[in-house]
């Protein structure tokens, strides 16, 4: 039965970081984590290339295990198997048990997931997109401190403490989850027919353009990640310094665009302003490429034109989540996990073209017009979902 009040957005909000920031603060700690346990770099490395991947089937099972089961059991056991296998990794004595239980904590992507969900299940329309608003603001801005944070961790007490960090983390959000996050569905056991609304949902053309208006938008992020910092260092001669600058101001921009479009949702359709930021990013990377061709070829005005990749996207991706998951509402989490996943592997394969195509000569103008070429399809996806939603709309109930 549907909780008498949603759970605290603090707590939402703490799980999506969590999730978020336990793929990347490892990262400073890998080459130690080689040295100790006497394993090759590239061996270690499948401690993110492989998490990633486990996170996307994982989005793909716990979201329609969810909508069956319900929130809480889900949430609580996922967090349950993280606190485990966290602990585990802190005790590795051999890399094998270490990337095996590195891969269990991938369960911990759930709070993501059930997080959208959550919103979903509780609130509707403009609300729903101001919240989710508020929860992409912490997943931007996790990923810049958990590497800050596990270089800390590293350098003052060794690698096994970030593990131990994230069993802490575990062991308080399940206790957070268990006082404050009650069921906010009435679970239906499906009685075999699960993946029959699962394949619903998926014959719907609509939440296929909201679900490809999201991967394609974060796309443009993953490509600016793979090929920026190349581009940076060789044709900008930027150092090590001001790298982490430039690097991260598409991030600032995604936090600004978020706080943005949870302010304008207020007086504006979602679905409208889900548009307005994938018009603001095309727009942004066209005027870089136009200040390219005049010419004028500078950090600050390169990296000022695909920081309207980030603005457009902290106002796309809350809206577009939103209406994923609006096609049908009771199957909020199948939308969430589905949409995830998607974005997740659509994001890794991007990063490798893009790495690819820059692997020669690194061009500015090839970056920006992949990112161009992936906000763009983000924008046909936005308008296809809008004109679909609407003749919907126009359609009576039979």
Not at 141 to 157: I, K, N, W
Not at 192 to 213: N, Q
Not at 286 to 312: D, H
């Amino acid at each position: 039965m549907r909780k008498a009040s949603p759970p605290a957005l603090a707590t939402l909000i703490l799980m999506t970081a969590t999730s978020t920031v336990t793929l990347n603060m490892i990262v400073p700690s890998l080459a130690n984590i080689a040295r100790d346990l006497e394993a090759d770099y590239a061996l270690i490395s499948f401690a993110l290339s492989g998490y990633l991947a486990v996170t996307a089937a994982v989005q793909l099972g716990v979201g329609p295990l969810s909508d069956r089961i319900g929130r809480r059991p889900v949430l609580l056991a996922a967090l349950v198997v993280f606190t485990l296998a966290s602990l585990g990794c802190a005790l590795a004595q051999n890399v094998w048990m270490l990337l095996a239980l590195r891969m269990l904590q991938a369960a911990v992507v759930s709070g993501y997931v059930l997080s959208l969900a959550i919103v979903r299940d509780t609130t509707e329309g403009a609300e729903a997109a101001q919240l989710l608003g508020r929860i992409s603001m912490a997943m931007a801005l996790a990923p810049m401190l958990g590497p800050m944070l596990g270089s800390v961790l590293d350098a003052a007490f060794g690698w096994r403490t970030v593990f131990l960090l994230y069993a802490t983390a575990g062991v308080g959000l399940l206790c957070l989850a268990w006082w404050d996050v009650g069921e906010t569905i009435r679970p239906m056991p499906d009685k075999g027919h699960g993946s029959t609304r699962l394949t619903a949902l998926l014959r719907e053309p609509v939440f296929w353009c909201y679900a490809l208006c999201t991967a394609f938008s974060t796309g443009a992020f993953y490509i600016f990640l793979a090929g920026a910092p190349l581009v940076a260092t060789v044709i900008f001669g930027i150092g090590t310094a001001e790298l982490g600058v430039f690097v991260g101001s598409i991030t600032a921009g995604f936090m600004a665009g978020s706080w943005l479009g949870s302010r304008l949702v207020d007086r504006h359709p979602p679905a409208r302003v889900m548009l307005m930021g994938r018009i603001l990013a095309c727009l942004g990377l066209l005027g870089g490429l136009a200040v390219i061709a005049m010419g004028y070829l500078t950090p600050a005005l390169y990296f000022g034109s695909t920081i309207f990749v980030g603005l457009g996207n902290g106002m796309t991706m809350p809206n577009s989540n939103a209406g994923a998951m609006s096609v049908h509402p009771r199957l909020a989490g199948s939308a969430a996990g589905s949409t995830g996943a998607l974005t997740v592997l659509g994001g890794a394969l991007m990063t490798t073209l893009t790495g690819l195509a820059l692997s020669g000569q690194p061009s500015p103008v090839l970056l920006i017009g992949l990112m161009l070429l992936a906000s763009f399809i983000g924008l046909l996806a936005a308008v296809a979902a809008i004109q679909l939603t609407e003749v919907q709309a126009d359609v009576p109930p039979t």
